[in-house]
């Protein structure tokens, strides 16, 4: 089992930024590939971004040139930096784990809210 624990949600204004942190434990994360995804009100969970064990990156259209994805096998921690957030970017933000080999292993953290009002 693999536990993940988002954390650095919150409330800020259009044009700022924000970093979510996800921290996983009880697996070998080196053996993951790991992302965040998004649930807008009234919309679908969909991809954010994702981060391959070589650190290749892959991000959704709405937030390229705009969030960062990286990791650190070292402590087992996904991050999101997010800048230039828009009203559009408020979401719950969930961090994501899949096994490279076996991708039926797939985990979710609970979510973390983060809303841009002025």
């Known amino acids: 089992q693999v536990q993940l624990v988002e954390s650095g949600g919150g409330l800020v204004q259009p044009g700022g930024s924000l970093r979510l942190s996800c921290v996983a434990s009880g697996r070998v994360m080196s053996m993951y590939r790991m992302g965040w995804y998004r649930q807008r009100p009234g919309h679908e969970r969909e991809l954010v971004a994702t981060?391959?064990?070589?650190?290749?990156?892959n991000y959704g259209d709405s937030v390229k040139d705009r969030f960062v994805i990286s990791r650190n096998n070292g402590n087992d921690t996904v991050s999101l930096q997010m800048n230039s957030l828009e009203p559009e970017d408020t979401a719950d933000y969930y961090c994501?784990?899949?096994?490279?080999?076996?991708?039926?292993?797939?985990?979710w953290g609970k979510g973390t809210q983060v809303i841009v009002a002025s």
């Open positions: 981060v391959a064990v070589s650190g290749q990156t």
């Open positions: 994501n784990a899949v096994h490279v080999v076996f991708g039926s292993e797939v985990y």
